[in-house]
Each structure stands twice: as C-alpha cells, then as structure tokens.
C-alpha cells in the first residue's frame, strides 16, 4: 500500500460502488418464471499511474465510460508528482495494476525497472483479437521491448499541417492542399516571409524538435539500436536538419538562443503572424480562420508522414490484478468504446475505417475541417529500439541534438559542426552513463 505521504497525493475516482451478492439461490419463490441474476462480482481496486493522463482525462475517458460496464471495480489514478513517481510507488511496496504511459514511457521507465513482461497468456486466454489494431501501435510497443507485447493501446496520436487562411488571402498565395511535399511547402512558406508594416511575417512556425527531427519518416532513431553510440553522423540526419534549416534562414528570419527553442517558436503561430503548423497550440482560442491538410511528405517518402507515438494502457509485471486490468484495457479497444473516444478527440487505435470517420466530431471547434486530413499519409514505421544491456534514460534529443540545431540559428554555426558536436556529447553522456 502507498505510504501516507503518497496517498494524500493520489487521485481515486471509485468507477461505481461495488453490488452485493444475492443470497437467493434461483428466481425465487416471489417470481416464478425469472432468470436468476448474475451473480455480483467481487469487488477489485484497480491502481493507475497516470503518467500520460491528466485528471481530467481519467475522468472523461476512463472513470466515466467504464462505470457501467465494470460495476464491481475501483479506478484508483495516481498522478506522478512527488512522493507518488513509479519509483516512489515501488519504494512503499506498491505495484501499479495499469501504466497509462506513451511509447517513451518504455525506455525511461519501465524497461529500466523491469516493470513489463510478456501478455501473451492473458491475450490468448481472453481470446483477444490483436489484428484489429493498427499495426503501427503494436509495432511501436515491439520495437521497444524487442517483440514483446506488454499492453494494450489505447490511443494514437495523429498531425496535419494547420494553416492561416487570413494570411494566405491577405498575401494572395493558393492556399495548402492534401499531399504536399517538404518542397513544395517551402514554396509556400517563402511566399509568406517577408516584412509588412513593421511585421515580420513568416512563412511556418512549430515545435520544430518533434516535427523535423522526433518523428522524422527515415527510421532514425537518436541513439544506435546495437551500440552505446549515437546516429547523429548518420547521413540522413544531414538531410532532416537541411529540410528544417530552410524555412528557419528565409530572408527577414533571425533568432536567438530564447525564440529558437522549439518551445517558443510552438508558440508564435498562434499570434496570426505565421502561416503554416504542424505541432498547433491552444486551437480553440485562435482569432483567425484556419483549416487544415496533411503533414508534407519527403519526396522519397511518397505517402509517409511522420511517425506515430500512441498512449498505452501498460498491464505491470507484479500485478496481482492482471486479469482485471486486461479486461479493462481490452474493453477500451472495443469498436463501442472506441467510437465514443473518437467522437469526443482522441484518435483510434482500430484498423477500421469507420471509427476514424467519427474523429473529432463532437468537437465544434473542429466543425466543417478537412478531417480526412489526419489519417491521409500512413504513419512512419517506429526506429528500432535498444537492444538489452545497452543504456536508457539518455536524452539525447533535448541535451544533445537540439541544443545544437538552436546554436546553428541564434549563432550560425556550421550545421556540421553541430551535428558533429551533438554526437560527441552524446557519446560522453552515454559514457558517463554506463559507468555508474
């Protein structure tokens, strides 16, 4: 059980209260000719941690749907903060049922605390069909454990380039189209940079760390899949950061060590002065109109657009509850649940075509859009993950690779230089690492 301290920090939502059992032993004498109830189901307690589920989230897409389908069991949701992180929750003898986690969750956490095995017995016990998934959210999950299936997802994330139609009319360019490339999106985004009154207009904006470089289609992942090294020296690292340094260096463009960090030039499409995005920020509170396209496509990639990360509803080694939590993780990749999810904007994880028609559509922000727009490429295939003994938990994007690109705009560095640079500090990180 959690420590007191851990407690107070826990978030527990009880699904519904648990039935009591019938003692009559038929229909009873009262109303001959009924069928026998059900006999209630033992109460369960099922501890979550959220670390990919904010509480309102836990709330609309776990607590609430799930109330009337497993009335006999509790939802306990542990939000990770201090006292309650997973290592805390191992620390005080507790093992979490279900980690609610993205794919990162298992490299920088799972793997490294053993917390994950095998569900093949619960799959085939439960007669669970895994080909009515995409198989993108199961590769992902394999190519993270080397094959092993290790729960089930529950979400899949999906982009498309948003643009700014105002700007678009204001400069008389043609707006953005469904299969667009990297180049002929630069066309466009030259098109919008320049200075008007005192403005200086851009052409495209972003969280340029995950759209260029996270998710880039080549398979590219940062760290070597056999070997404590990088890949940053790999050739098609050249090629991604050559594509994302254009549209940064169009004349009128300039930046410093704040405005290059992804997180503030995520920020900037939302002001109305940039035309195109792909990561967007706070969509309901934009003053301009807008619609949306596919993400661009490399032109050796036709089709391809970026690579997938999807949130999983992980069943933890230890459990004593492991039959439960399948259960609950195998309803929510049910056709009737994953209807609903869509409706309400998260993007389904079932081949079927019909659920992904349904996406966003109780969403009125997103009323009359090019929805279609979001599943038009298939995914990148997922970077092969590490194989065992080698090191996790070293970020190589955020203390290595990015600080680097940020060098290369706010101080125009030699991009090989920097790419050199990144994979020299990744590999003393790497290093250091392995030595504790």
């Not at 799972?110 to 080909?131: C, P, V």
């Not at 972003?206 to 260029?212: A, K, L, M, S, V």
């Not at 904007?345 to 009323?367: H, W």
Request: neutral net charge; charged residues 25%.
């Amino acid at each position: 059980m959690l420590k007191k301290a851990a407690l107070s920090l826990a978030l527990l939502v009880p699904v519904v209260a648990a039935c009591g059992g019938n003692d009559r032993k038929g229909a009873g004498a009262e109303n001959p000719g009924q069928q026998p109830k059900p006999a209630a189901k033992e109460p369960i307690e099922l501890t979550l941690s959220l670390y990919s589920a904010t509480p309102e989230e836990f709330e609309k897409f776990y607590v609430a749907p799930l109330k009337e389908k497993f009335p006999h069991i509790t939802l306990k949701g542990i939000r990770p903060e201090k006292g309650a992180f997973i290592e805390d929750l191992l620390a005080s003898g507790t093992v979490p049922d279900i980690f609610v986690g993205s794919k990162g969750a298992l490299p920088n956490q799972l793997n490294g605390l053993s917390l994950t095995e095998d569900i093949g017995a619960l799959i085939k016990n439960n007669n669970y069909d895994l080909s009515k998934l995409d198989p993108v959210a199961v590769d992902i999950m394999q190519k993270a454990t080397n094959g092993k299936i290790v729960g089930l997802p529950l979400n899949l994330n999906v982009n498309a380039l948003y643009y700014n139609k105002n700007l678009f009319d204001k400069f008389g360019v043609p707006y953005p189209k469904d299969g667009m490339t990297w180049d002929e999106t630069y066309e466009l985004a030259k098109k919008l940079t320049r200075m008007e009154q005192n403005v200086q207009y851009r052409g495209f904006s972003d969280r340029w760390g995950d759209t260029f470089f996270a998710a880039n289609p080549f398979e590219l992942p940062y760290l070597d899949p056999k070997e404590e090294k990088s890949t940053f020296q790999n050739e098609g690292w050249k090629k991604i950061a050559d594509n994302w340094l254009r549209f940064y260096t169009l004349p009128g463009l300039k930046f410093d060590l704040k405005t290059a960090f992804k997180e503030e030039d995520r920020k900037v499409f939302q002001t109305g002065i940039s035309g195109m995005t792909i990561m967007a920020l706070d969509v309901p509170k934009w003053e301009f109109a807008w619609d949306i396209v596919s993400v661009p496509t490399y032109k050796e990639k036709p089709g391809i657009g970026l690579q997938a990360n999807a949130r999983y509803n992980f069943i933890m080694k230890g459990s004593k509850k492991q039959q439960a939590a399948f259960e609950v993780a195998a309803y929510m990749t049910s056709e009737e649940y994953q209807l609903k999810m869509a409706k309400d904007g998260l993007f389904p994880v079932l081949t079927d075509e019909k659920v992904k028609k349904v996406y966003m559509e109780n969403d009125p922000v997103y009323k009359g859009k090019n929805i279609k727009a979001f599943y038009y490429n298939k995914f990148a295939s997922e970077p092969q993950g590490r194989a065992p003994g080698l090191v996790n938990g070293v970020n190589a994007q955020d203390k290595y690779l990015l600080p680097e690109m940020m060098k290369v705009l706010a101080e125009n560095k030699d991009l090989n230089s920097a790419l050199r640079d990144a994979h020299e500090g990744a590999m003393k990180g790497l290093a250091e690492a392995k030595s504790k």
